[in-house]
């Protein structure tokens, strides 16, 4: 009999209604864990470094930049997205820099479909559900990238990996009924 463990501090993924994979957070929940709002404040205050955070995860040639995470945070910041950051630790809501958004979600709409497809997260066949989220609330959709990202990734442990484990059962003991068989005595 063999069972699948999860490690310490791992929890099982959620899947969706027809048993497909689904996001573990909503992009509204922003404080939500790992993370918390530590992590909404983190991504608000250089969104550039975050964008390059989430590209890092990725395999090359799934989108532009994809496991560069310096190439993938200049080229946010040199879009707008010092801009944003900077619309954001001014207090002006996300959508007030509407011009930003489109192109920053030109920059992040492939990123997240490409994180979807390697996390086998179900993409849905119209796209305005992410296209949405990217061009009107960025930083929500960067948060729950990378909460996404370290949900799904292997646990660090005092400098080693831990994955989920497979266990075998030890083989079953049998007793037998009646005396017991002694060895001659020499």
Known sequence: MTAVMPFMGQQALKLGPSGEHVWQTDWNE????????????????????AFGRVVRQL??????CAGNEVGACVGYALIGGSMYTAAGLFGVPCFATPVVGVLLACANYPVRRALKAKYGIAQHPDVCPDCAVVTFCELCALCQEIREIELRQPVMMMGMVAMPTVVEAPPMMTMAIGQPEMPPVK
């Open 30 to 49: 922003c404080c939500a864990q790992p993370g918390g709002c530590g992590r909404c404040c983190s991504v608000g205050c250089c969104a550039p470094c």
């Open 59 to 64: 395999p090359p040639g799934s989108c532009c």
